[in-house]
């Protein structure tokens, strides 16, 4: 089962690798004589030269502001410079954050906003200085002043000498006829020097050039990528605030997830046993009028009454089954699905590997998927036959459901997939599904192992 996953995901990730291998495909250079006139590349280098003015802006601001406030400190005037100090540093970071999103197309979240108890001066100077995101943004403005004057120095000596030698079959004339020497001077003493003259000589600088300018893109690449992780980083919310907003995300899916399931079992309630117990009960009594005047009837009646019960208590059942089958309890996983694949519309081969049962609330959220799939399978893939693995990675639950029927689901479209994909989400699990429009379809449900 374990290479089953693995060539499930290796499928998933197909796609993608094929269609990327389609696109260079596309282009006759290769890529590194492509680089050096793509736009990405011309936007990155554009990065690394806005990088210097802004770095020494933000630089200076900062410890000039940071200085002059500790300087007073000694003085009540220290905590507002302080806290001016602090946002502007906030006000330059959105600034960066804008000429990431730009140039490099690196999308940072906004960081979390300042919480302030109260409104006035002293409530806004203290949220700024205990919020930790203002002293993130402080350090990104004194960090990023000495690495954008190395990247700055970096970039444009790479790029200025790499073309400058590449094409310096087209200029070298300027030094005979304007300098006053043969060509670009490579070496020179008191006793002799070379020049760049001869063809050979300039075909193998314009080659240096070439390997130069070619290796340029790829390094101003590397150099933005160092920028891409300190906005990353310091610029955005932070790991904590980020956990929060998931988790704020993911409790209003189980609210709304438990009064959908409360809604429906009050509607199957109501429609169902309430209304049969409702007519059982005037059955009854009619039975219990006739009684004394017609025996017969009252028995033909107390029969009938007595089915309706036997299919109210059917109902039941299958009410308690939805919400929580005994089976799963008593029994464990392996044998829920079992019965759960019983009732499939079509053959399902079912083997679970676990050595040991993991949380009830974890078994219950894997029974449920798989028998959300299995239905799946009854209406819509017009299958012939299904699959239902399940075991352990490490501290995560794996399952799988596939089928060899006319695929084509898809978990964005809104349909039973996508609140699946929710449910999942609100406890760390994930859903991958990999159903091509001819099928077959392959399902992979990965969920947190808790014993």
Partial sequence: M???????????????FDEAGAGEARHRLPAPLRAPFEA?????????????????????????????????LITFLGVPVLAAALAGCRGLGSLERARARGLLGVEVAEPEPLRMKRHGAMAWMGAVLKSGTSWRHLLYAVVQFPWSVFSFVVAVNFWAYGWALLTYPLWFWVFPMYGGQDGLQLYGDSTHSIYLDNPFEITVT???????????????????????????????????????VELES????????????????????????????????????????????????AARMVDEAHGEVKTALQELRDLARGIHPAVLTDRGLDAALSA??????????????????????????????????????????????????VWRVENRLMIQVGDDGVGGADVTEGSGLAGLAERLDAVDGILVVDSPPAGPTRITAELPWRG
Avoid at 2 to 16: D, N
Wanted: proline content about 4%.
């Fill in 2 to 16: 374990a290479t089953e996953y693995g060539h499930g995901y290796g499928h998933r990730g197909g796609p993608r």
């Fill in 40 to 72: 990405r590349t011309w936007r990155e280098f554009g990065y690394v030269l806005l990088g210097l003015p802004l770095g020494i802006l933000m630089f200076t601001f900062a410890v000039t502001m940071v200085s002059l406030g500790a300087g007073l």
């Fill in 206 to 244: 314009a080659l240096v050039g070439l390997l130069f300018t070619m290796a340029t893109p790829w390094i101003v690449r590397a150099l933005t990528t160092v920028d891409r992780a300190m906005v990353r980083g310091l610029l955005g919310p932070s790991r904590l605030a980020t956990r929060v």
């Fill in 250 to 297: 993911d409790r209003g899916v189980v609210v709304d997830t438990a009064a959908a399931d409360l809604r429906r079992i009050e509607r199957d309630l109501h429609d169902g046993a309430q209304a049969r117990l409702v007519a059982l009960a005037m059955d009854l009594g009619l039975a219990k009028e006739k009684l004394a005047e017609d025996p017969e009837a």
């Fill in 340 to 389: 759960v694949a019983s009732r499939c519309t079509v053959p399902v081969r079912v083997e679970a590997d676990l050595a040991a049962r993991p949380a009830p609330a974890i078994e219950g959220i894997a029974y449920f998927t798989v028998s959300e799939l299995l239905q799946n399978i009854s209406k819509h893939s017009r299958a012939t036959r299904a699959t239902v693995d």
